[in-house]
C-alpha cells in the first residue's frame, strides 16, 4: 500500500481522491501531457496537447508517438524509449511537434518512466512546453544585439571618419591660406605697380582656389552624411550635351564630342543634379590631361547606362589606379584638390551604381541602373 507525505498508509478512498486530483491537475495544466506505452502508443491525451496540436483525444488515442515528432526527429524515437524503459528520464529536450495541420511548434519535451506499485516501468508520460515564442524572443535578441554591435562599429569609423576628414581638410586648406596671407602682407608693404597687381593676382587666384576647395569640402561631408537620390525624367543626351559646351568653353582648343548609341526612347529616371556634378567632375580631369580630344560615350548594356569620358592623355598608370579615387589624393600638379573624383564616385553609389576608370582606351566609366 501506499504512503502519504508523512509516511502514514493510505486507504482505497484516498488513494482514489489523490489518483483524480492529480487527473484534474494533468488535465488543466497548459503543457501536453500525454501518457504513452512502453511500446511507444499514446494512452492519454490532454487538453494541453489538443490545444497545442489540434488533436481530439479520440483522434491520438491508440496512435503511434511517433504522429507528434517531426520527420527529422523519427530517428531519434528508438533511443528515447530505449532509455524512459531502463529508468532513465529524460529532460527538456527540443524536438519540432507536428500539428494537425501539418503545421511545426517548437516544445521542450520532458519523458518520464511510470511505475506500478510494485517499481516496474507500465509506461511513460511525455511533457511538450510550447518554447516557439521564447526562441523567438532570444532570436529578436540576438539580432537585437548584432544591430546594436553594427551600429556601434558604424558610429567608431563614423567618427574615425571624421576626425580624417578634419585632419585632411586642415591640411588641405593650409596651402591656399599661407599663400593668401603671404600676398597680403607683401601689398601691404607697399610696392611699386607692377609688383603689386602681380601680387593681388596671385591674392585672387588663392581665393578662388580656397573657394573650391571648401565647396568640394562641404560636398564631401554631406555625402558622407547621407546622399538622397530623387530620380525623375532625364534626358541623358542633353544634359551631357550641355557639360561638353562648358567643358569647350574652358578649352576651346580641345576636339569634344558627345556619342549616343542604343538609347530607350523615353527619358531615362535619374537625379540630373547629381548626375550632371559627376560629369562636371569627369570632363574637368580630362580637360586638365587631354592633349587634342575628349569623348563622352553614352550607351546602355543590361539595364544599366553606360557613361565613359575619355581623351588622348597619358592616362592612370596600372599601379596608381586604385589611388585615384582616395580622398586629397592628386597624382598629378595640375591644380585639382583631390576631391573631384572621390565625390563623382560616392554620388554614383548613392544612385545604386559605380564609378572606376576602365583603362586608356575605356577612360572613366559611369554605370548606373536604370
Not at 578649352?251 to 531615362?268: M, R, T
Amino acid at each position: 500500500m501506499d504512503q502519504d507525505s508523512a509516511g502514514s498508509p493510505m486507504n482505497d478512498g484516498e488513494e482514489e481522491r489523490r489518483l483524480c486530483l492529480l487527473a484534474a491537475i494533468v488535465e488543466s495544466s497548459d503543457d501536453a501531457i500525454v501518457g504513452m506505452s512502453c511500446e511507444g502508443g499514446i494512452l492519454t491525451w490532454n487538453r494541453g496537447a489538443m490545444e497545442m496540436l489540434g488533436y481530439a483525444e479520440w483522434e491520438a488515442v491508440g496512435q503511434p508517438v511517433s504522429l507528434l515528432f517531426a520527420d527529422d526527429a523519427q530517428h531519434q524515437l528508438p533511443g528515447l524509449l530505449q532509455a524512459v524503459n531502463q529508468g532513465e528520464r529524460v529532460r527538456q529536450r527540443q524536438f519540432a511537434w507536428v500539428t494537425s495541420s501539418g503545421s511545426h511548434v517548437e516544445v521542450a519535451v520532458t519523458v518520464s518512466p511510470v511505475r506500478d506499485r510494485t517499481g516496474a516501468i507500465v509506461g511513460a508520460s511525455v511533457t511538450g512546453r510550447d518554447v516557439s515564442e521564447q526562441r523567438w524572443m532570444a532570436a529578436t535578441l540576438d539580432d537585437a544585439i548584432a544591430k546594436l554591435g553594427t551600429a556601434l562599429a558604424d558610429a567608431q569609423e563614423a567618427e574615425s571618419r571624421g576626425r580624417r576628414f578634419l585632419a585632411d581638410a586642415a591640411h588641405q586648406l593650409r596651402g591656399p591660406m599661407a599663400a593668401i596671407r603671404a600676398n597680403a602682407e607683401s601689398i601691404l608693404e607697399g610696392l611699386e605697380e607692377e609688383d603689386r597687381d602681380r601680387l593681388l593676382r596671385n591674392l585672387v587666384r588663392e581665393v578662388a582656389r580656397s573657394d573650391r576647395l571648401i565647396s568640394a569640402l562641404l560636398k564631401m561631408a554631406r555625402l558622407d552624411q547621407g546622399q538622397e537620390v530623387v530620380p525623375a525624367p532625364c534626358d541623358i543626351v542633353s544634359l551631357c550635351s550641355d557639360e561638353v559646351d562648358r567643358t569647350w568653353s574652358l578649352a576651346p582648343h580641345l576636339d569634344i564630342v558627345v556619342k549616343a548609341e542604343e538609347l530607350p526612347g523615353e527619358p531615362l529616371e535619374l537625379d540630373a543634379q547629381a548626375v550632371r556634378e559627376i560629369l562636371s567632375n569627369l570632363l574637368d580631369n580630362a580637360r586638365r590631361h587631354a592633349v587634342g580630344w575628349i569623348r563622352l560615350l553614352i550607351a546602355v548594356h543590361d539595364q544599366n547606362l553606360e557613361v565613359r569620358v575619355v581623351d588622348d592623355g597619358r592616362g592612370i598608370p596600372a599601379p596608381m589606379r586604385a589611388q585615384v579615387f582616395e580622398r586629397f589624393v592628386s597624382l598629378d600638379d595640375k591644380g585639382g584638390s583631390g576631391l573631384g573624383l572621390p565625390i563623382a564616385k560616392e554620388l554614383a553609389r548613392a544612385h545604386g551604381g559605380d564609378l572606376f576608370y576602365g583603362g586608356v582606351e575605356d577612360g572613366f566609366v559611369l554605370r548606373l541602373p536604370l
